[in-house]
């Protein structure tokens, strides 16, 4: 089955500051990389999304880059604010053309005033 | 629309009680997913079905857990008889199509399942 590792597992920035995820994979077949957003006490919603044949897709604050050669992918948060502290999670297809998602392990994310 | 449904929110049970998990995808999703939450093992997928029909049930940890979807607006998950480390919660969550490519997860709310 599909590996998927995600790092760092915790993370504090200052406000205004960027924070960056960064989640490896070992299935070269993969053309599909979620990313969810988790806040305390609620469900995993999706964020943002990129497909294997870009590579990278932002969406105002916030960026999705790939590297499909070296099988990691990566998200970028921009100019940090209390609201984006939560744990985001990183995601894999089993299958290149499967729906079952194989999830890292989570990044809480901690943006300090 | 109303989004994946789930129910109940919180289930605090003692040890050996049969306990069910309730799920109303969202309507017109044909693939439905059961997924456990806890610290130690993050997200696991415990089952997925397509059109009402289980297709891997390999993340399902033991006989005690069974799930059926008998329409495609309905699902459960059963848990007998429960133990202290099936404390977790559970997502349920539904997409639109078969491959994940072109139709992203949506999850429920969640059930927070406490067995003493």
């Known amino acids: 089955g599909e590996n998927v590792e995600q790092h760092p597992s915790t993370l504090s920035v200052q406000e205004g500051d960027s924070a960056v995820i960064k989640c490896t994979y070992s299935?070269?077949?993969?053309?599909?990389f979620p990313w969810y957003k988790q806040e305390l006490g609620k469900r995993p919603q999706l964020i943002i999304d990129?497909?294997?044949?870009?590579g990278e897709k932002k969406d105002q604050r916030i960026a999705v880059t790939l590297n499909k050669t070296a099988k990691h992918f990566s998200l970028h948060i921009t100019e940090t604010q209390p609201e984006d502290s939560a744990v985001y999670f990183c995601?894999?297809?089993?299958?290149?053309?499967?729906?079952?998602?194989?999830f890292g392990g989570g990044t809480r994310v901690l943006v300090k005033p | 629309d109303a989004g994946v449904i789930q129910s109940p929110r919180h289930e605090v049970t003692e040890m050996g009680q049969e306990v069910t998990l309730r799920c109303k995808p969202i309507?017109?999703?044909?693939?439905l997913f059961w997924y456990r939450q806890t610290m130690m093992r993050g997200l696991e997928l415990l089952i997925y079905?397509?059109?009402?029909?289980?297709?891997?049930d390999s993340g399902m940890p033991e006989d005690r857990f069974s799930a059926k979807m008998p329409n495609a607006s309905f699902s459960t998950l059963k848990i007998q008889p429960s133990e202290p480390r099936d404390s977790a919660v559970y997502f349920c969550?539904?997409?639109?199509?078969?491959?994940?490519?072109?139709?992203?997860?949506?999850f429920g709310n969640g059930t927070r399942l406490t067995v003493t």
């Open positions: 309507s017109g999703h044909n693939s």
């Open positions: 995601a894999v297809p089993e299958q290149a053309a499967g729906n079952k998602l194989t």
């Open positions: 299935d070269s077949a993969s053309n599909y």
């Open positions: 969550a539904s997409s639109l199509g078969r491959s994940s490519y072109n139709s992203p997860l949506h």
């Open positions: 990129i497909r294997s044949n870009v």
């Open positions: 079905f397509n059109n009402n029909v289980p297709i891997d």
